[in-house]
């Protein structure tokens, strides 16, 4: 029986018995009657959960969480779609991490958002589940718990915010704050300015309207598959979203009764549709990491290479910063979105891969259609011909390091000069700061021990600040390297997740202030030009740093995480780990 063939699913439904739910509240025994007896203490009647899908929708609202600010009242649409398909809605409070207040970065617990999300999933007698989430580790941790946990599954991305606005002018969340910042630092903004443009650049609930991490791993959501078409793109406070919400609401029932699971979704099909996308929104360098992790979780083989070979021939078609020059996300919006540009790239999507609608992607795109052309790009007039990034090795990243060529002045392209090396962020943020630094736009700038254990947690530190006495005669970008991340509303020259990091000996560790480094993009190489005896010398001299934690999630963290080029996932929650836990025993 080919349960791919969506003609069939539409003929093959569970009957209530065969809910999932109904192991905790069906048989006929002093268990059963306590689940029901609890069940009616919360105010419920037996005819509210008793043979309907009982729909976990799991919210990742909380005060602190600029960016899903209006989660607090989606709920509430997400459930009425469930009552009105006749399933029951629980709402569960998941962790809320959010890259503005999660402090060293929120990196360091989407693992723990994943394993709450599976555990609370498999604990629960849920059938089915509506994942809230936006802001940039939500979409991965959720995505990834929900895959391990098995169930059927539907995301519900926060959407972008508003356009940003300061004196007429346009604002960019993360890439204006950066620019301005630079104009700040060489004396060209004044307080009132920058208190102007700290109030206008962030206005409404919603994540950043860049296509920065946010934005980018909604879009991957969707190409996934995991979204209702069209979902990634509406602003977080149009009226769209909340009939969005309430469409999830609708469908997870009904995915619940045709027993539509994630497995039969996230394949490697899905993924490469994911990975072109991705591509092509100019997306942010984050993406490959979270891809990376989302695709193991699924048991599909998802490399840096795979990554950098789709790179080379998927043309940016997304004119939306901060690759993109001139447009923000709710610009892409009202362009047509996602589905238009996916309908842009259909010739070299898989159409038959199976979506969260029941029918596979190429229905979904019917009738998409770019309405503003300059937007949403045509493959034969691309921002850039290449995709969004580039994946670099060599004898500073062995296991590789990324790159977002589109994003940064072609003069650095390929580039050659002394490495300027700096050991922690205070270090380099004093340096920067320091207007007699010897420095010249030639050097290297290098930070490292930001990697996923060095960090701890793998910071968005990569966006190393260009030092004052650059930024005074001029200048705004020069070559730039870490093991960290970068905020993917970010721009410039900078390398990142140099791989093996810093922190465990990788070869960053070995560099010295005044060894030249050179970049070569379009030969992918990143290499320091020492000789390999000397190399072989330092590697030799060099002495592991005293661990970061001695207890805690964090020892936790630091004993599993993989390195960046594997995902940052845990080694022990990978799809080849082991089988999952299953059902859980009900006595």
């Given amino acids: 029986m080919d349960r791919q063939d969506p003609a069939l699913r539409q003929r093959i439904r569970k009957t209530p018995d065969q809910l999932r739910s109904a192991r905790w509240f069906a048989p006929d025994d002093l268990r059963s009657f306590g689940h029901r007896s609890r069940m009616m203490q919360l105010g419920f009647s037996e005819d509210d959960f008793r043979g309907r899908p009982i729909i976990g929708v799991l919210n990742t609202w909380s005060e602190l969480n600029t960016c899903h600010a209006h989660f607090r009242d989606r709920v509430v649409d997400v459930k009425r779609g469930v009552q009105l398909s006749g ?22 617990y989407r693992n723990m958002l994943a ?24 979409t991965p941790g959720l995505v990834m ?32 704050a950066w620019k301005y910042w630079d104009e700040r ?26 296509m920065g991490t946010a934005a980018t791993m909604m879009s991957i959501a969707e190409a996934l598959g995991l979204t209702l078409p069209g979902a990634s793109s509406i602003p977080a406070v149009d ?22 699971t994630p497995d039969e979704i996230v394949t490697p099909a899905a993924v490469r549709n994911a990975a072109i996308v991705a591509m092509a929104t ?11 992790a989302i695709a193991r979780r699924a048991d599909v083989d998802l490399t840096l290479d795979d990554l950098d070979a789709l790179g080379r021939v998927t043309p940016l078609i997304a004119n939306v910063r901060p690759s993109g020059k001139d447009y923000l996300m709710e610009d892409f919006y009202y362009a047509g979105g996602l589905r238009a540009l996916m309908k842009e790239l259909e010739d070299r999507l898989d159409g038959s891969a199976l979506t969260v609608t029941g029918r596979p992607m190429a229905e979904n795109l019917v009738g998409a259609e770019v309405y503003n052309p300059d937007v949403i790009r045509s493959l034969s007039n691309p921002v850039y011909s290449e995709g969004s990034l580039a994946v670099l090795r060599g004898n500073l990243c062995p296991d590789g390091a990324v790159i977002k060529p589109a994003a940064c002045d072609p003069a650095f392209h390929v580039h050659e000069g002394p490495a300027l090396v700096f050991d922690s962020y205070p270090e380099m943020k004093a340096a920067v700061d320091d207007e007699t630094l010897d420095v010249t736009p030639d050097h290297v700038m290098v930070l490292r021990n930001a990697g996923p254990q060095g960090g701890p947690g793998f910071p968005e530190w990569g966006m190393l600040p260009i030092p004052k006495a650059l930024i005074k005669k001029g200048h705004r970008d020069m070559l730039r390297i870490s093991d960290a991340r970068m905020s993917g509303t970010s721009y410039g020259a900078c390398v990142l997740h140099v791989a093996p990091e810093s922190y465990v000996g990788g070869p960053l560790a070995l560099l010295r202030t005044g060894d030249i480094v050179r970049l070569d993009l379009p030969a992918r190489r990143l290499d320091m030009l020492v000789d390999e005896a000397e190399i072989e010398r330092r590697r030799a001299a060099w002495t592991p740093p005293e661990p970061r934690f001695e207890r805690g999630w964090g020892w936790m963290f630091s004993r599993h995480v993989t390195q960046a080029d594997q995902g940052c996932d845990f080694t022990f929650l990978q799809a080849d780990f082991g089988r999952a836990a299953g059902e859980p025993d009900i006595y």
């Fill in 115 to 138: 394993m709450e999300t599976e555990e609370m999933i498999r604990s629960h007698p849920l059938d089915g589940v509506v994942l809230m989430g936006g802001c940039d580790k939500t």
């Fill in 145 to 176: 718990g929900a895959i391990s946990a098995g169930v059927p599954m539907i995301y519900l991305p926060a959407g972008p915010m508003l356009r940003g606005n300061y004196a007429g002018k346009v604002l960019g969340s993360g890439s204006d």
């Fill in 239 to 260: 009226s769209g979203h909340q009939r969005m919400s309430a469409d999830c609401g609708r469908r997870i029932v009904d995915m619940v009764w045709e027993d539509l």
């Fill in 282 to 292: 100019g997306c942010s360098t984050n993406a490959v990491v979270h891809l990376i």
């Fill in 185 to 210: 630092r060489a004396g060209n903004v004044s307080d009132a300015e920058w208190l102007g443009v700290q109030g206008g650049i962030a206005r409404s609930a919603g994540t950043c309207m860049t």
């Fill in 87 to 108: 399933g029951l809605a629980v709402e569960m409070p998941s962790l809320s991490v959010d890259e503005s207040f999660t402090k060293p970065t929120s990196m360091l």
